[in-house]
């Protein structure tokens, strides 16, 4: 009796030592709350997805869950490198979340779905309900929801501890620009997603990006995202953010220094650009697709507000913050996602 008790007592301490970082693989029915207010009942945690939309895989396998992902977009798929060579075409679910194939889906067989609000997932509802596949939308491109989001996905998949030292991380960098900069003169900010004219106003994916870095954006009053050119030289920001380049998606491999160099070329000769004052001084800040999108742009703010506010952030090392992400993702360091090119240990 002495050695059965002794064995018990034994296999109760392996399994708590075991189970004592609060990510115990336990299946229990619990309700959830989605980015978008629905209550859903799901059993946790999950252990087959397929996933829409780069921020969310990006989340997931930042958590160390992306063994738990079977299928995703050809926009995940495409980038090889960043998640390499995982994924197969043969568990492509579509080519975004706007064109999702659910016969692939149903072949599959997750126990969820997750998009991102901007997809169809009301579609996706009505035609996977009746297979038992929930569907569950998670906004992880904004930026203001990342830490919501992060802990949801921690919940989802059993990572609670993970998703917490990622928040823990991030809220600390944010915190510290925001205390910063709070008081910094307000410097006004051109924003560009991929081509000119095409800007960020509030409740649009970038807003928040620009506005945590503390500057002004030259478009917060306006209501579209698509501005013309005059009356981006009539606004005369004092410095110019560009994200990307027209139909380059993002790439875990930055560009060469030669393709930056002929974004910011393209810039500058606009016409009649060469009155705008960040022209003239040279105030141009050019990140790559990839690195701004890290931690719901998290990563983008940093830079941004390095790039604006350097006397007011002396202890802000973005690229640090964006090597960081990348340890997160299970990646190597690469520089030269941004141009002017930032160093690990930059003031």
Not at 48 to 63: C, D, F, M, R, T
Not at 324 to 347: I, N
Request: hydrophobic share 35%.
């Amino acid at each position: 009796m002495r050695k059965i008790i002794s064995a018990c007592l034994f296999l109760l301490i392996f399994l708590i030592c075991g189970c004592s970082n609060n990510e115990a693989k336990i299946n229990k029915e619990v309700k959830i709350k989605d980015s978008i207010g629905r209550n859903i009942e799901i059993t946790l945690p999950l252990s087959k997805v397929v996933v829409a939309n780069g921020y969310n895989a990006e989340l997931i396998n930042a958590i160390g869950a992306l063994d738990a992902v079977i299928g995703v977009d050809y926009r995940i798929f495409q980038d090889q490198e960043e998640y390499k060579g995982k994924f197969t075409y043969d568990q492509v679910i579509g080519k975004s979340q706007q064109e999702l194939n659910y016969e692939k889906i149903i072949e599959l067989a997750p126990q969820a779905v997750i998009l991102t609000g901007n997809g169809r997932w009301e579609e996706a509802e009505r035609k996977l309900s009746g297979f038992g596949i929930k569907v569950i939308v998670i906004n992880s491109y904004y930026t203001d929801e990342f830490f919501d989001n992060c802990k949801l996905m921690g919940r989802l998949f059993g990572r609670e501890k993970r998703a917490e030292e990622i928040c823990r991380y991030f809220q600390k960098q944010l915190q510290y620009v925001q205390d910063n900069v709070k008081n910094a003169p307000l410097r006004t900010v051109y924003f560009e997603y991929r081509r000119e004219g095409n800007t960020t106003v509030p409740g649009d994916y970038f807003y928040n990006m620009i506005k945590y870095s503390g500057a002004k954006n030259i478009f917060e009053d306006a209501k579209s995202v698509s501005v013309n050119s005059e009356s981006i030289i009539l606004r005369n920001p004092a410095y110019i953010v560009k994200v990307g380049e027209n139909n380059i998606s993002a790439k875990y491999i930055p560009p060469t220094e030669t393709e930056m160099q002929a974004r910011k070329q393209e810039i500058v000769s606009r016409a009649g650009w060469d009155s705008i004052d960040a022209v003239r001084n040279n105030r141009i800040l050019l990140l790559s697709h990839f690195l701004h999108g890290g931690a719901s742009k998290i990563i983008g703010t940093m830079y941004i507000a390095k790039f604006i506010y350097p006397e007011y952030l002396p202890d802000l090392y973005p690229e640090e913050v964006f090597n960081k992400w990348l340890q997160y993702q299970g990646l190597d360091y690469l520089e030269g996602h941004t141009y002017p090119k930032f160093q690990l240990r930059d003031r």
